[in-house]
C-alpha cells in the first residue's frame, strides 16, 4: 500500500515550457485535490475532484490545467510555465468526511 | 466564508516543556476538524478529526479537543523529534468535501 505518490519530486523548467505532474493514488478514493504551498501562503487548492472524469476549480486555477481519466490518477498540467509558478505542489487522496492523505509533493521552479 | 485562524504562528519549548497550539474557526456547521503534521520537505501527515463540541483524541504526547470555536493541540513533555509544522483544516457541513486551512503552527522543541 503505497498511499499517494507523485512524479516527478524536483523539476526545472523555463519559462514558457510546458509540464505535466502525476499524482497515483491506491487507496479507492473519490476525491483527489492539488494543492501549492509558498512560504507565508499555507496551501492553496489548485483544482480537485470528486470522481473519475470530474474536475472543479479551487482557489487558485489559473494557468492550470487538470484530468481524472482514472479513478486512482490525478493530473497537474501546466501548459505555459511562468515564474511565478514555483511553487511545491501537492497531491492529495480523501473520501467523505475523510481526512486527506497527502504526496511527498513536487518542488518546481520556473527560469 | 469559512476560516481557520491557527496561534501562535511559531513556538519555541525546551523539551519538556508542555504547551498547547490553537486553531479558532468559523464555519456554518462543523462537518469535521483535523489536524495535520507536516516535516519540512514533505507532504502533511494526517493525526486526527474530530466531528464534535467535547470530542478529544490522543496519540502519544499529542492531544487533540475541540469546542463550538476552536481546537487546541496539547503536547505534553515534548521531544525534539516533535519539531514540526502542524496544520488545522474544517469542513464545512453541506456542499462538496472541499477543507480549508490554517497557514499552520511551527514548533521548534529544543533538547
Known amino acids: 500500500n503505497a498511499g499517494v505518490t507523485q512524479t516527478p519530486k524536483f523539476r526545472v523548467l523555463k519559462t514558457g515550457q510546458s509540464m505535466t505532474l502525476l499524482c497515483a493514488q491506491d487507496?479507492?478514493?473519490?476525491?483527489m485535490y492539488w494543492y501549492r504551498q509558498d512560504p507565508g501562503m499555507g496551501l492553496r487548492l489548485i483544482h480537485y475532484s470528486v470522481g473519475e472524469g470530474t474536475t472543479a476549480k479551487g482557489e487558485v486555477p489559473d494557468g492550470y490545467n487538470v484530468s481524472r481519466l482514472k479513478k486512482q490518477n490525478f493530473l497537474l498540467g501546466l501548459e505555459s510555465a511562468a515564474p511565478s509558478q514555483t511553487s511545491v505542489y501537492f497531491c492529495?487522496?480523501?473520501?467523505?468526511?475523510?481526512?486527506?492523505?497527502f504526496g511527498p509533493g513536487t518542488r518546481l521552479t520556473v527560469t | 466564508e469559512d476560516q481557520v485562524t491557527q496561534s501562535p504562528e511559531a513556538l519555541r519549548l525546551q523539551e519538556g516543556e508542555s504547551s498547547s497550539l490553537n486553531c479558532s474557526y468559523t464555519?456554518?456547521?462543523?462537518?469535521?476538524l483535523f489536524w495535520y503534521r507536516q516535516d519540512p520537505g514533505k507532504g502533511p501527515e494526517f493525526l486526527f478529526t474530530l466531528y464534535s463540541a467535547g470530542e478529544e483524541k490522543e496519540k502519544e504526547r499529542l492531544k487533540a479537543t475541540l469546542t463550538k470555536k476552536e481546537s487546541f493541540l496539547h503536547i505534553t513533555a515534548p521531544k525534539p523529534e516533535d519539531s514540526a509544522t502542524y496544520l488545522c483544516a474544517v469542513q464545512a457541513a453541506g456542499g462538496s468535501y472541499i477543507p480549508t486551512f490554517g497557514r499552520g503552527t511551527s514548533l521548534i522543541v529544543h533538547p
Open positions: 464555519v456554518s456547521g462543523l462537518r469535521g
Open positions: 487507496m479507492n478514493h473519490e476525491y
Open positions: 492529495a487522496s480523501g473520501g467523505t468526511q475523510r481526512a486527506q492523505y
